[in-house]
């Protein structure tokens, strides 16, 4: 208790109260659009195509971003990148709020995926230029994690609540990205106003003078290592290099984050969004023995308590640490494992007993994705650390998208499987 006394109070002192309050609204906005569409699939689709669609569509161009963008992506300023996905993100759900067919709605849905998938890389990049004690990848993290609970939050209350139509409430969501530049422009400081040294760095005439990162481009390269005058990027121009020669550079220093950092959030994906997607709309009892009117209000449920799960954890960085990150994403899979007995078998009596195990699944994933950063701001060297944050989130995506379509065969599998036995619940709503 002591230490967690200590922590507490180190934690506390630390904080830069404007980069706190950023990086939470860059978190949380980045990702709430993600969670709205998620909510809203079946309003989107209708109920006689698979759920898992705008899954699928929300987040194999976030993959493809993630995987891609990293390799290029420093010789953008952010005063540029942002505002692009900004208007990335304005103009999908527009897409998704106006079309009456289902492919201009899938378009939408495109932009607003690849939107947040280079969002996640960028701002996890920016955090390193604040490193006050990890509290801006601490609070990014609390911020995605609130953005669960607060999408599907903001979605229901609308259109129950507020009685409006799901054209009307993905119109005006599509305002909550200009958030983020007001985070950006107005909240966050400049680097130099949270303690940034000035560096020395060559004119390109043979003289040294002092400059700041931000005069420098705005943290548009790596940081600048023992006295190096250029970014990676700039450097390899300066060499000569292709932009083919650059990304095959680019992709070697991908290979050492892929054990101790890319794999273990890969999986801890993989396993969580199954369980999601793929095995928790099976996880029914009868009506009579579930507080709830009908069947559909469980999977509502489990979801509302994964994310509460995920919130949690996401913003446990500042007190509790995992530097072990294998560990809590083996009993992610294994957790995988005992949902999909409960779906086959019945081992737990009750949904009480679900929801812990499910609420145990967030914090577990949330803790994963939230240390998986701190480590890599932790450890990876200086020069290397603003690529190697936005190239490891191609993980979680990566894990997403093997999950969905995991889960397009998995449901239908044990919902067969349960019918046969005489419980048909999966098949009611």
Request: proline share 6%; glycine share 10%; aromatic share 14%.
């Amino acid at each position: 208790m002591a230490g967690l006394y200590s922590r507490l109070s180190r934690a506390l002192t630390g904080a830069s109260p404007p980069v706190c309050l950023a990086f939470f609204l860059f978190g949380l906005i980045n990702n709430i659009l993600y969670v709205i569409l998620l909510t809203a699939a079946l309003d989107l689709v209708g109920p006689d195509l698979p759920k898992s669609m705008v899954l699928l569509f929300d987040v194999l161009p976030s993959f493809l971003t993630k995987l891609l963008l990293p390799h290029f992506v420093q010789s953008i300023p952010y005063a540029i990148r942002i505002p692009i996905l900004v208007l990335l993100a304005f103009v999908g759900m527009q897409c998704v709020g106006y079309s009456d067919s289902i492919s201009g709605r899938m378009a939408g849905v495109v932009l607003a995926s690849i939107s947040s998938g280079g969002g996640e890389l960028s701002f996890l990049g920016l955090t390193h230029y604040y490193p006050q004690g990890g509290f801006a990848i601490a609070f990014w993290g609390s911020g995605t994690g609130a953005a669960g609970l607060a999408g599907a939050g903001l979605y229901q209350f609308v259109t129950t609540g507020l009685g409006w139509d799901v054209v009307k409430a993905v119109k005006w969501s599509s305002l909550l990205p200009l958030i983020m530049l007001v985070g950006y422009f107005v909240v966050l400081p400049k680097p130099e106003g949270v303690g940034y040294e000035r560096v020395d760095v060559e004119d390109g005439f043979g003289e040294e003078e002092i400059v700041t990162r931000e005069e420098r481009g705005l943290l548009a390269g790596g940081m600048p290592d023992g006295g190096a005058t250029v970014a990676p990027l700039e450097r390899s121009a300066k060499d000569g290099l292709s932009w083919g020669e650059k990304f095959r550079a680019s992709m070697r220093k991908t290979k050492p984050l892929f054990f101790p950092y890319m794999l273990p959030l890969l999986l801890v994906y993989i396993a969580e969004y199954t369980v999601n997607q793929g095995v928790s709309p099976t996880l029914l009892f009868p009506i009579e023995e579930m507080p709830f009117q009908n069947y559909r209000d469980a999977y509502v449920s489990y979801n509302t308590v994964y994310q509460l799960g995920v919130f949690i954890s996401r913003s446990s960085t500042p007190f509790i640490r995992i530097h072990h990150l294998y560990l809590p994403s083996l009993l992610q899979c294994f957790n995988l494992f005992l949902l999909i007995l409960q779906a086959l078998y019945m081992w737990l009596p009750n949904i009480y007993w679900n929801w812990m195990v499910v609420f145990w699944e967030g914090l577990l994933g949330g803790a994963v994705y939230v240390n998986t950063f701190a480590e890599i701001a932790d450890k990876v060297p200086l020069d290397e650390r603003e690529f190697s944050l936005s190239a490891v989130t191609v993980s979680d995506s990566g894990g997403i998208a093997i999950a969905g379509f995991i889960g397009l065969w998995l449901e239908g599998a044990l919902c067969r499987y349960q019918v046969r036995d005489g419980r048909e619940w999966c098949t009611l709503t």
